[in-house]
Nanobody, 123 residues
């Protein structure tokens, strides 16, 4: 079973950039789909981006498409979320998650979760 640890959150101004990292331990990311979700206070956890284990297989929520990029480094066993042109609406706790099989936008299909990292975008 892989364990996931996120890092890289913090405070940034509107229009700024930030990169989140999620490093796995216990096993490699081979054959795993990896995703980022986020949850703001009082809201449900929502899909942000996903990367499949098949090369170039990725998916993005419409709200972040063109601004966020998900990538994975197999050698480092790490998945990244590069976030540009950040808006106050992007403020949330960001979670990375893993599942066997293809990418999916539904949180319940992911079996392993990190502890989350707070991202705050000031206006």
């Amino acid at each position: 079973q892989v364990q996931l640890i996120e890092s890289g959150g913090g405070l940034v101004q509107t229009g700024g950039s930030m990169r989140l990292s999620c490093t796995g331990s216990g096993r490699t990311f081979d054959s795993l789909s990896l995703a980022w979700f986020r949850q703001a206070p009082g809201t449900e956890r929502e899909f942000v981006a996903a990367s499949g284990w098949i090369r170039d297989d990725s998916d993005y929520a419409n709200s972040v498409k063109g601004r966020f990029t998900i990538s994975r480094d197999s050698a480092q066993n790490t998945v990244y979320l590069e976030m540009n042109s950040l808006k106050p609406d992007d403020t949330a706790v960001y979670y990375c998650a893993a599942r066997r099989g293809g990418i999916n936008r539904i949180p319940n299909y992911y079996t392993v979760w990190g502890q989350g990292t707070q991202v705050t975008v000031s206006s």
